[in-house]
Each structure stands twice: as C-alpha cells, then as structure tokens.
C-alpha cells in the first residue's frame, strides 16, 4: 500500500491533523501517534530523519513549529516520502503563505482536502501544486 499515515504534530507532542490509510481504533491511533510522537521528538537534528517502530518505518521532518510525519511499509523508499513531505508543505505555503500550526488548526478542512487531493488509500496520486490547489481555489471563489 504505501502510506498507512501522516500527522502533523506541533514542538509540544499535540497532534494537529492526523490522516489514517487503514483501520486502527482509537485507542490503538491514540497509543499509536503517543509512542511515535515521543520518539521523534526526543531525537536530535543530528539524527538521521527515519525511525522503525512496530511494524512501520516512520519518516519525518520538522518545518518551524510543525512535525510532519509519515508511516510507511519497511519497504518503501525514505527519501521520496522526505520529498512527498517537502511538496505538501510547498502546497500549504503556497496557498497559506508560509504556513504555520494556527493555519493548520483555523483551516483544517482545507489541510485535509489538499492530503486527499494528494494521496488516495495509501498511494501519491497527485504532485502537481496547480492541479492540488485548483479545487481549494475554486471552492475559495465561490464562498
């Protein structure tokens, strides 16, 4: 499949988008994002951007107060998930103007809207920043 998840977590460990690419409870999401979130936030800029835990590679990467982070299979390559994470911030300032935790939380529909326009079960599908925001745009105009 890919993907199982992403979230976007702020320097303080809360969680403020989290997408899901296969069923988890929400208990087990809740364990989950805490074990991951802890783990990556612990970790020095000196290390390497990539964590196994469970039976997931995590791959991550902080822009100014926001961590994005992105489980994937053991076998899925880190360094095109890094850009992937790098074109979906590149998005979100596009459309935000250097995008930071407050767009996020105020525009959340619109952050889920732009992963959903990108990845579909699992699977990038889309990494045209045009093509990504042309929907959000229009939906913009007519409000």
């Not at 951007?49 to 899925?76: M, P, Q, T």
């Amino acid at each position: 499949m890919g993907i199982r998840f992403i979230l976007m977590v702020n320097k303080q460990g809360q969680t403020r988008l989290a997408q899901y690419y296969e069923y988890l409870t929400l208990e087990e999401r809740r364990a989950l994002e805490g074990e991951i979130v802890r783990k990556c936030l612990a970790r020095t800029e000196q290390q390497c951007s990539f964590v196994e835990h469970r039976n997931y590679k995590i791959v991550y990467r902080r822009y100014a107060s926001l961590f994005f982070l992105v489980g994937v299979d053991n076998d899925e390559n880190e360094l095109a998930i890094l850009e992937f994470i790098h074109l979906l911030v590149e998005t979100m300032d596009r459309h935000f103007g250097n995008v930071c935790e407050l767009d996020i939380m105020f525009h959340l529909e619109k952050a889920h809207f732009m992963l959903e326009e990108m990845v579909m079960n699992g699977c990038i599908i889309e990494t045209s920043k045009t093509n990504i925001l042309a929907p959000i745009q229009l939906i913009d105009k007519a409000t």
